[in-house]
């Protein structure tokens, strides 16, 4: 039984291996992540989650079962439910050959859309015995077709919404929500995403991602939604999240760092007062009998410059955005100063 009053926290694992590209990735490094002797992907991540006394939700490409077989599939969904975390869809249409060319769902029509989620779906259903509740489209590509196509096949919930990540064209007042709400037949459950800094109406975004984000972001979240009564916030994950690539893709390594992230993410959520971790098994049914929650407040809450400052730190090594802005402030600083001091003595 969830409390009532207390802002739900949706831990959710992209789970899935790697299609194309130069160096495609199969399921034993991106969703198992055996590396280094170890086994440090969807396992690793639920042993986390287990510690804690709470579990997440998986969101698997089924499509995979086409390239490596339904074992694979059935092998995934199996470990999930019987360590009691919750599997649901995951769809990336380029795993079906054929005309679908494209990894976004929403380069199709209707038509095409619907086709490639019925046969994900299909593929759900014989390796986790259930139906699916909840469908998250990869790339978070998807637009009215996508929900369209969901609720003709009877899925109930969405969450691939992520504010500032696409245009998605879901919602007649322009932007789309960042809390759970009713999009027509169903109810999308947004990634939650939020501002880094707010300057003359400027406003760049990130999302809730365990990778993407300090831990020092990762708490003022929930802690904000906890603070403003939000119903839901949903945290992006993968299965490769605790694993860490060379620049060139050709050598793969566990990320302690990620993985220590996530167990002091963790320890914080189990120590607030005000929130819960939940499933979406738990929470589709919980939302449909209380539809009260799908009209709190929405969320937009700003990190802030200290905040996002920090972060350039903590991901220093991970790409040439986080040096630029680690290593600029203090340079931009020093020119002032030394400005200051040449106007004052001049």
Not at 46 to 59: I, L, N, Q, S
Not at 90 to 104: D, M, R, T, Y
Not at 146 to 154: C, F, I, V
Not at 213 to 239: I, K, N, P, Q, W
């Amino acid at each position: 039984m969830m409390g009532a009053g207390k802002t739900l926290l949706l831990l959710t694992v992209d789970t899935e291996s790697s299609f194309g590209g130069t160096r495609p990735l199969p399921p034993e490094t991106r969703v198992y992540g055996r590396v280094a002797g170890g086994a440090h992907g969807l396992e690793r991540i639920m042993d986390c989650c287990e510690r804690h006394g709470v579990r997440a939700t998986f969101f698997v490409n089924t499509l995979e079962a086409l390239h490596h077989g339904e074992d694979h599939v059935l092998r995934v969904c199996t470990m999930v439910q019987e360590r009691g975390h919750d599997a649901q869809l995951h769809v990336h249409p380029i795993w079906l050959g054929g005309s679908f060319v494209h990894k976004a769902l929403t380069a199709y029509g209707y038509a095409e859309q619907r086709e490639a989620i019925e046969r994900a779906a299909e593929l759900f259903r014989r390796a986790a015995g259930t139906e699916p509740l909840a469908h998250r489209a990869g790339g978070l590509a998807a637009n009215a077709d996508t929900l369209r196509a969901l609720a003709s096949l009877g899925i109930r919930c969405d969450s691939s919404v992520a504010i500032g990540y696409c245009a998605y064209g879901l919602s007649e007042g322009g932007r789309e929500p960042n809390v759970p709400r009713r999009l027509g037949s169903l109810v999308e459950v947004p990634v939650t995403t939020f501002a880094q800094v707010r300057l003359c109406g400027w406003a760049p975004r990130r999302h809730f991602d365990l990778n993407a984000d300090s831990l020092s972001e990762l708490c003022f979240v929930v802690d904000r939604a906890a603070e403003a009564g939000v119903a839901a916030v949903t945290l992006l994950m993968h299965s490769f999240s605790f694993l860490r690539w060379s620049r060139d893709g050709s050598e793969c390594r566990p990320d302690e760092g990620e993985a220590r992230k996530f167990e002091r993410f963790l320890d914080h959520v189990v120590a607030h007062g005000g929130i819960e971790v939940a499933t979406f098994r738990e929470l589709a049914p919980r939302l449909e009998a209380e539809p009260a929650l799908l009209e709190g407040p929405d969320f937009d809450p700003t990190a802030g410059l200290a905040r996002t400052y920090w972060r350039s730190w903590e991901r220093f090594d991970t790409g040439w955005k986080s040096k630029a802005l680690a290593l600029g402030v203090p340079a931009a600083l020093a020119a002032l100063v030394i400005g200051a001091l040449w106007w004052l003595t001049s």
